[in-house]
């Protein structure tokens, strides 16, 4: 057990709560300053320019995380001391950002000494925040990547620069919006923050116990649904939860667990909920945040970035589910008992308001409003639904309770027309009217508590984008990118399949321990302009760099999802890794096919929209990947109706992989295999009888 904690603490510093000390107390009020600065920003009581904004951000990033981790760690005194006092200057440096903000911009590329003794300090506390609460990966590759800055003059060409003074490069990478207050930072202090906190409110709220027992209804009774509840619930909570290692300590808690119970292996069942819940940041609507980060970054409309990821993701979760569903009927594994079934109608009768928010957040960002905008209503809806649920069940009769309802939904639908203010004044009734008995108290506790929560849950998050805004800097001043993707286009004009190749290992290495929104902003700067000189579609090539930045958290060595699930699931994170490779192969098949043929991403382009029409395309190619997804699962878990013997095996392999290919005759090669293999084997094997162990239902033991 002790080693499981060291484990799970190795890579998730800031899963506990908030230490019960004055040191705790003080932290948990820093955390719901944060919060509460983000919101008066966002909902613009208080108007800031987007530069102090951001600064003031990375200040609290600093000031909460440094000082907490310490705690959270239980270290020596005067180490939490020196955490204290970096955290401190880090927010000293917003303050001088927000003191000096107009001259800043009129001295813009002549900084005093003073800013440059500032601009260092910036620096050097962002990298040991970022090496304190994300390990060593990111701030090492940002570390090289300034040391290139300082010193790229002195290398052979091609990567050779023109040389910049120390002084410029600390006032690009320290100031204005280039370096570490450039867009990553930007979309972090006001996109994601608010949707973090937006999920926050609604756990605490109940979502996730209503997505379980809405996943437990709907497919707890189908063969192997224990597993299918896990890829089900994760699912759903993608659409609110924007960290896949998140998802894993939460949904995980409870559906590794009960995988295990029904006879699913230990690594297996760590596999699968890994899987998923990295699968939950490719789901629309929120996608992790990154949906915002590649909308800012394309200058598109989200609803394209959503458009795109669409039709992938319910690939790749059908392609779990099937995964699951061929490993319970290999292992005979039964779905669960009836009376251990919650309804999944009686679940969503109780707790319909909770998808409220999640449906108002979903219409607002396809009808063309701005995230922080969409986000601002949903998050104040929720604040409104989770106020009102106590006063509301202490009103006699239905009918004043309808009333009440519609009286807040009246207060929330003013924001339209009158702004924030009807939204602020009838959240200001409610807190004082849930002030003046028990239960509203204790309503009014789990709000403050999901403000500090929503804090912590940023820090990982927002200090990776401040400190990737190094790497984006290096890039802008001195071109290197341009090196890079002549490389990758250099091999793609005598084979395109190489530099997809090429750019997927990019991906998965720099993914290796950095979180998918840094990862996504580093390869989509470095390989998706190559890509994109490669004749692949704009949104393709970035939607290819995300997904294998996604990936690289279940990919050996790191894993990290892998290795937060291992604790829970009581096996080796590097067996768990293997495993959740396995689930996930339709995380490597897609992005791949959707290069060649872009109507699976619902991008025009393409040969075969060419030749065919784009509908019959979008049929054909969507047709092609499900039976491609359904013959790897086949051949990787070794059943399909019945076990498959070692040549199956191989030919539903040869099958699925000619199907990806993509090259002249392979796909009727491919189509020709499937044929063969069905005929052979659920044909011709059909007086078979289907070996395998007893069927099991219940996971308990005799000895349970």
Known sequence: MAMDEEEAELHDALAASFPASAEGRLLFVIAIAFSTFQLLTAAHLWDLPSQIVRAVHVGFLCLLGLPLVAAVRKEPQALRALFWLLGILGMAVAAYQWWEYKALIFRAGTPLPQDTVVGVVALVVLFVATW????PALP????????????????????????????????????????????PTYVSSSYIFLFILFGSFLERAGMIRLFTDVALGLVGGAKGGAAKVAVFSSGLMGTISGSGVANVVTTGQFTIPLMKRFGYRAEFAGGVEATASMGGQIMPPVMGAVAFIMAETLNVAYAEVVKAALIPAILYFASVFWMVHLEAGKRNLLGL??????????????????????????????????PLYAGT????????????????????????????WIAVGLAAAAFFDYGIMPIVVALAVLVAACALFKGGRATLVDVRDALAD????????????????????????????????????????TSLFLSLVLTMITCIILGMGIPTI???????????????????PLIVSHMFVFYFGILADLTPPVALACFAAAPIARAPGLKISFEAIKVALAGFVIPFMAVYTP???????????????????????????????????????GHLVRPMPWWQRLLAAASSFTLIAALPLTDEIGFALAVLLIVVHVVLGKGEAPAGPAPRRSGRTPAE
């Open 132 to 135: 304190r609460i994300m390990g």
């Open 140 to 183: 090492i590759i940002a570390g090289l990547f300034l040391a290139y800055c300082l010193f790229g003059e002195y290398l052979p060409s091609p990567f050779v620069t023109r040389g910049y003074d120390f002084s410029q490069v600390i006032d690009h990478m320290a100031f204005g919006t280039e370096g570490i207050y450039g867009i």
């Open 337 to 370: 008992a009836r009376d251990e079934i919650p309804s999944a109608l009686g679940a969503l009768k109780t707790g319909w308001y909770l998808i409220l928010p999640l449906a108002v957040l979903v219409w607002l960002l396809f009808a063309g409003y701005t």
């Open 377 to 404: 209503i949903g998050l104040a809806l929720t604040a409104l639904l989770i106020l009102g649920a106590p006063l509301a069940s202490r009103m006699p009769g239905l009918a004043l309770r309808v009333v009440f």
């Open 454 to 493: 929503g804090a912590k849950t940023a820090l990982p998050v927002g200090i990776a984008c401040a400190i990737v805004g190094i790497i984006v800097g290096t890039m802008t001043l001195t071109g290197v990118a341009n090196t890079f993707g002549q490389f990758i286009v250099s091999v793609g004009a």
């Open 518 to 536: 840094p990862n996504y902003i580093i390869t989509s700067s470095i390989a998706g302009p190559a890509l994109l000189a490669l004749g692949v």
């Open 599 to 637: 109507a699976l991403m619902l991008q025009d382009g393409g040969p075969l929209a060419t030749e065919i029409g784009y509908p019959l395309a979008v049929a054909y190619i969507l047709v092609k990947a499900c039976l491609a997804i359904g013959l790897w699962g086949a051949a990787a878990i």
